[in-house]
Nanobody, 121 residues
């Protein structure tokens, strides 16, 4: 599976932005997919995940209630809709896949190029 995240940009605090993670490969729908982010000068952190069928979603506490993850396996795409954005959400956002449901970056694979989200105050 190869992944590409896109949709980042500059947004004001309190605004919304939607990210997409497009996958190539027929096995994409068999994987849990996760969104991660890496703020400037910090380590990569888990943001949200969704199981292969889309029936299970899980979030980092810092984004719970503001971000929504979803997927469309027919389009080989996973989405991250972000509301009520804060300056601390500024980061490069990545998507990746895993064979299990986990928050641990090391258990994910097929990392694509990230997309930069900048939230201005």
């Amino acid at each position: 599976v190869q992944l590409q995240a896109y949709g980042g940009g500059l947004v004001q605090a309190g605004g919304s932005l939607g990210l997409s993670c497009a996958a190539s490969g027929r096995t994409f729908s068999r994987y849990t997919t996760g969104w991660f982010r890496q703020p400037p000068g910090k380590e990569r952190e888990f943001v949200a995940g969704i199981n292969w069928g889309g029936s299970g979603t899980y979030y980092a506490d810092s984004v719970k209630g503001r971000f929504t993850i979803s997927r469309d396996n027919a389009k080989n795409t996973v989405y991250l809709h972000m509301n009520s954005l804060k300056p601390e959400d500024t980061a490069v956002y990545y998507c990746a896949v895993s064979k299990i449901i986990t928050h641990t970056p090391a258990l994910y694979e097929s990392w694509g190029q990230g997309t930069l989200v900048t939230v201005s105050s």
